[in-house]
């Protein structure tokens, strides 16, 4: 069985632009969330989908948006990048968040210069 | 809010010696809790998941035991491994979907 697969690994972009990740998740799993990983912040939720919906979102700003896709596929995008949000960007998906263990793919490391 | 904190931040040990990592936890209101490995610069690993009705899991030299009343989790491994060396996370969920992590605990096994 296939893990969560991240696309791209790496990305470099520079302030005020925008950035659009991918995240497939482990056939038949139906949650989706994302997380922002820093050396300061350490790990931090962003949001979680679920059957194309959002269920939960964290405390961060609204340049930061997702959506998920009917196969469960799902992208996050954010807007007008900043400095500080180099970070690596993980996703993890399960069958349902509540019950289940989550398995993360590998990531995108995103550089912001 | 929920927080996680996990002592020791790091930790250095020898090949072959038992070990324990702690973890904390403020709000006891939670669904379950994870432990997870990080290898630098990787994904994480789930190692193992506990629901709040349990009290312990184990697989292989690892056992996970948690006291939710406390608001305590400790990670025992057995027989430590150059292999073993890696950042273990805690992570608890509440709020129903969302998993709040601790900042980790640096793990050196040394042959």
């Known amino acids: 069985k296939a893990g969560v697969t991240q696309t791209p690994r790496y990305l470099i972009k520079t302030r005020g632009q925008q950035v659009t990740l991918s995240c497939s998740p482990i056939?038949?799993?139906?949650?989706v969330s994302w997380y922002q990983q820093t050396p300061g912040q350490g790990l931090q939720f962003l949001f979680e989908?679920?059957?194309?919906?959002?269920?939960n979102k964290g405390n961060f700003p609204g340049r930061f948006s997702g959506r998920q896709f009917s196969n469960s596929r799902s992208e996050m995008n954010v807007s007008t990048l900043e400095l500080g949000d180099s970070a690596l960007y993980l996703c993890a998906s399960s069958w349902d968040i509540s019950t289940d263990t989550q398995y993360f793919g590998p990531g995108t490391r995103l550089t912001v210069l | 809010k929920q927080e996680v904190t996990q002592i020791p931040a790091a930790l250095s040990v020898p090949e072959g010696e038992n070990l324990v990592l702690n973890c904390s936890f403020t709000?006891?209101?939670?669904?379950?809790l994870q432990w997870f490995r990080q290898d630098p610069g990787k994904g994480l690993t789930s190692l193992l998941l506990?629901?709040?009705?349990?009290r312990e899991q184990t697989s292989g030299r690892l056992n996970a035991s948690l006291d939710k009343s406390s608001g305590r989790s400790t990670l025992y491994i057995a027989a430590s491994q150059p292999g073993d060396s890696a950042t273990y996370l805690c992570?608890?969920?509440?709020?129903?979907?969302?998993?709040?992590f601790g900042k980790g605990t640096m793990l050196l096994v040394s042959p």
């Open positions: 056939s038949g799993h139906r949650s």
């Open positions: 709000d006891s209101a939670i669904y379950n």
């Open positions: 989908y679920f059957s194309e919906t959002q269920r």
């Open positions: 506990i629901q709040s009705s349990q």
């Open positions: 992570a608890v969920l509440s709020g129903y979907s969302t998993l709040t």
